[in-house]
């Protein structure tokens, strides 16, 4: 049993590893898983609306199921051909929005300074905020496969704790095996 919680924690490191070294790759990856997602129900109503057609006892989706199966096919397609476009224009998004709430909270903070004595300390998180949205709009990508780093880096941690803990168990469950042994022997 031990065999294959190190076999487990290996590939953990391995599956790790590649995270790491290849984290940009992942992302325009798992994109396009999304839009084979959007893809497949979407070819499901098209392919209903296109059998309903030929059969007049099968009742024909409604023209707006057809217009959202069209819709959700192009989106997917879109995913799928594009996953690099749409990752930094969701991270430019991001970035927008987290750089106008570091800047609402600056603006709320010098209207209220005006009637309440504030201290300048109240600043450094929408300050933060402000250089953090700068950041993920010049570099869109970058940050977008940080989620990446992370996971390999748990990745590689959880398979070096399975392999510890299975060579740890394993010498304890030999021990107490030669324990009871010599105890049915002194029997």
């Given at each position: 049993m031990?065999?294959?919680?190190?076999?487990?924690?290996?590939?953990?490191?391995a599956i790790g590893i590649l995270l790491i070294a290849m984290?940009?790759?992942?992302?325009?990856?798992?994109?396009?898983?999304?839009?084979?997602?959007?893809?497949?129900?979407?070819?499901?109503?098209?392919?209903?609306?296109?059998?309903?057609?030929?059969?007049?006892?099968?009742k024909?989706?409604?023209?707006?199921?057809l217009l959202s199966g069209f819709g959700t096919l192009l989106f997917g397609l879109w995913l799928l051909l594009k996953p690099y476009f749409f990752v930094e224009f969701f991270m430019l998004f991001?970035?927008?929005?987290?750089?106008?709430?570091?800047?609402?909270q600056i603006v709320a903070y010098i209207l209220a300074r005006r009637k309440l004595p504030l201290p300048l300390y109240m600043t450094i998180i929408p300050l933060m905020l402000i250089v953090v949205g700068l950041i993920v709009m010049i570099k869109p990508f970058g940050i977008a496969s940080?989620?990446?780093?992370?996971?390999?880096?748990?990745?590689?941690?959880?398979?070096?704790?399975?392999?510890?803990?299975?060579?740890?168990?394993?010498?304890k469950e030999h021990s107490v095996d030669v324990l009871e042994i010599e105890v049915l022997e002194n029997k």
């Open positions: 031990q065999r294959w919680v190190i076999v487990r924690g290996i590939v953990s490191v984290r940009e790759l992942f992302m325009p990856f798992l994109v396009q898983c999304v839009g084979v997602v959007f893809i497949l129900p979407a070819l499901f109503v098209l392919a209903t609306f296109g059998y309903s057609s030929f059969k007049q006892k099968v024909a989706p409604s023209v707006m199921s991001l970035g927008i929005m987290i750089f106008l709430f570091g800047f609402y940080i989620p990446f780093l992370l996971l390999g880096i748990a990745s590689i941690i959880g398979g070096i704790s399975d392999i510890i803990n299975a060579i740890i168990i394993s010498r």
